[in-house]
Protein backbone atom coordinates (compact mmCIF):
# COMPACT_ATOMS: atom_id res chain seq x y z
CA UNK A 1 0.00 0.00 0.00
CA UNK A 2 2.49 2.60 0.53
CA UNK A 3 4.33 2.24 -2.69
CA UNK A 4 0.93 3.59 -4.30
CA UNK A 5 0.85 6.12 -1.54
CA UNK A 6 4.21 7.83 -1.87
CA UNK A 7 5.36 10.62 -5.16
CA UNK A 8 8.87 9.88 -6.49
CA UNK A 9 9.83 13.21 -4.61
CA UNK A 10 8.42 12.01 -0.78
CA UNK A 11 11.09 10.11 1.52
CA UNK A 12 9.85 7.30 3.74
CA UNK A 13 11.54 6.26 6.90
CA UNK A 14 10.48 3.27 9.28
CA UNK A 15 10.97 3.55 12.97
CA UNK A 16 12.28 0.16 14.54
CA UNK A 17 9.25 -1.54 15.79
CA UNK A 18 8.08 -1.29 19.73
CA UNK A 19 7.68 -4.23 20.82
CA UNK A 20 6.03 -3.52 24.82
CA UNK A 21 6.37 -7.55 26.11
CA UNK A 22 4.09 -9.84 26.44
CA UNK A 23 4.24 -13.22 23.84
CA UNK A 24 3.92 -11.53 20.71
CA UNK A 25 6.96 -13.46 17.95
CA UNK A 26 9.63 -10.49 17.26
CA UNK A 27 9.96 -11.96 13.70
CA UNK A 28 9.54 -9.02 11.87
CA UNK A 29 12.08 -5.91 11.80
CA UNK A 30 11.16 -2.45 10.55
CA UNK A 31 14.74 -3.18 8.56
CA UNK A 32 12.85 -5.80 6.97
CA UNK A 33 9.58 -4.05 6.30
CA UNK A 34 12.04 -1.07 4.06
CA UNK A 35 13.50 -3.68 2.44
CA UNK A 36 10.26 -5.07 1.24
CA UNK A 37 9.81 -1.88 -0.96
CA UNK A 38 10.95 -1.04 -4.32
CA UNK A 39 14.03 0.53 -4.44
CA UNK A 40 12.94 3.41 -6.14
CA UNK A 41 11.13 4.74 -3.37
CA UNK A 42 14.51 5.49 -1.52
CA UNK A 43 12.45 4.24 2.18
CA UNK A 44 14.92 4.64 4.92
CA UNK A 45 15.25 3.02 7.85
CA UNK A 46 15.76 4.19 11.52
CA UNK A 47 17.06 1.07 14.02
CA UNK A 48 16.94 3.66 16.65
CA UNK A 49 15.21 7.29 18.23
CA UNK A 50 18.77 9.08 16.80
CA UNK A 51 18.81 8.15 13.84
CA UNK A 52 15.35 8.98 13.17
CA UNK A 53 15.99 12.54 13.62
CA UNK A 54 18.02 12.58 10.10
CA UNK A 55 14.70 12.76 8.77
CA UNK A 56 13.74 15.85 10.37
CA UNK A 57 17.10 17.63 10.07
CA UNK A 58 16.93 16.71 5.87
CA UNK A 59 13.37 18.81 5.97
CA UNK A 60 13.11 21.69 4.06
CA UNK A 61 10.75 24.37 5.09
CA UNK A 62 8.17 22.99 2.50
CA UNK A 63 8.10 19.53 3.65
CA UNK A 64 6.09 18.00 5.78
CA UNK A 65 7.29 15.67 8.30
CA UNK A 66 5.10 13.34 10.18
CA UNK A 67 6.18 11.32 13.15
CA UNK A 68 4.19 8.42 14.45
CA UNK A 69 5.31 6.14 18.04
CA UNK A 70 6.89 7.26 21.29
CA UNK A 71 8.47 10.35 22.15
Not at 18 to 29: L, M, R, W
Request: some cysteine.
Amino acid sequence: MIPALLRPQDRFCYAEIFYAGGTVAKDISSGMLADDLPAALNCGYAQDQSRATVVVSEARSWDTVARHGRA
